[in-house]
């Protein structure tokens, strides 16, 4: 197995985790609405906004984009996404989780650095 697919693998389980937190958030949230109603729809939310806005020609993705963004709003989108996962552990006071999806989610962009720096590099790019 390539470190690629291990390092897919680690987003796969670091997204899974980051929807499991909104889920569990949102469960504890409600008060006035049916707790699955909050508990299906933070996640459902942060999956339709992150498969929305994506950068054309992402490896990571297998068709194009919804709504094309540049790599740096696109990168911006997915740290404020893994970071609002934390927080929503941490305030849950879930802290060691909370840590641990801050370490691998940072390890994993240090290990994918090649997608980092395309991200970083690709503008808006217009119909092809």
């Not at 987003?11 to 949230?29: D, P």
């Not at 006035?32 to 729809?41: A, H, M």
């Not at 994993?108 to 119909?127: C, E, F, I, P």
Request: hydrophobic fraction near 55%; proline fraction near 5%.
């Amino acid at each position: 197995m390539k470190l690629l697919d291990v390092n897919r693998m680690a987003r796969f389980l670091i997204e899974v985790a980051a929807y499991a937190s909104m889920a569990t958030w949102g469960w504890q949230l409600s008060t006035s609405l049916p707790s699955f109603v909050t508990g299906l729809g933070a996640p459902i939310i942060a999956a339709l906004i992150m498969g929305t806005f994506a950068v054309p020609g992402d490896a990571t993705r297998n068709r194009k984009p919804p709504v094309a963004v540049s790599g740096i709003v696109r990168l911006s989108l997915e740290i404020v996404f893994f970071l609002l996962a934390a927080l929503i552990l941490y305030v849950m006071e879930m802290t060691v989780p909370a840590a641990i999806l801050l370490v691998v989610t940072c390890g994993h962009y240090v290990a994918d650095r090649d997608r980092v720096n395309w991200l970083l590099q690709t503008g808006h790019r217009s119909k092809e």
